[in-house]
């Protein structure tokens, strides 16, 4: 009895606010889980969120997924001066490289090009699977 409660606050609580949702607006905000999508909600409640989306990420997720989400971007997902703010709120020192590939460029100069085939290749050889996010209890 006690497990069928657990079960149900759970499920509750991995409800994607509806002022979040403009955040995600290219996502079918029903069908993500706030565990298993983690680094998709994470990436782009950050770029786009306002004040108010952004604390509730703050307050749903752990300081120690958030800081994964950081320490690993999407290639072509994050702003400059996003990426910039949040490696600096999480200390996460990235690679030149890695910060490169994970900014959005619409116009890529042919240079560029290497940089995100090392990003490709860097992803490919990570050993472990995505980070299994933790959400905060209360």
Sequence with gaps: RE???RRRVM???RNIPSFVQPCLWSYDTRKLDLVTSAETILTQVLNYGDWRA???ALATYEPATIRHVVAHPRRGQWFPQILSLWTTVYRVT???WLAQAAIRD???DPERWKVLERYR???SQR???FYRARIRRR
């Design 11 to 13: 499920n509750a609580r």
């Design 121 to 123: 290749k860097w992803f």
């Design 106 to 108: 619409l116009n890529p």
């Design 94 to 96: 990235l690679p030149p």
């Design 127 to 129: 050993r472990k699977p």
């Design 54 to 56: 952004v604390r509730w």
């Design 3 to 5: 497990n069928v409660h």
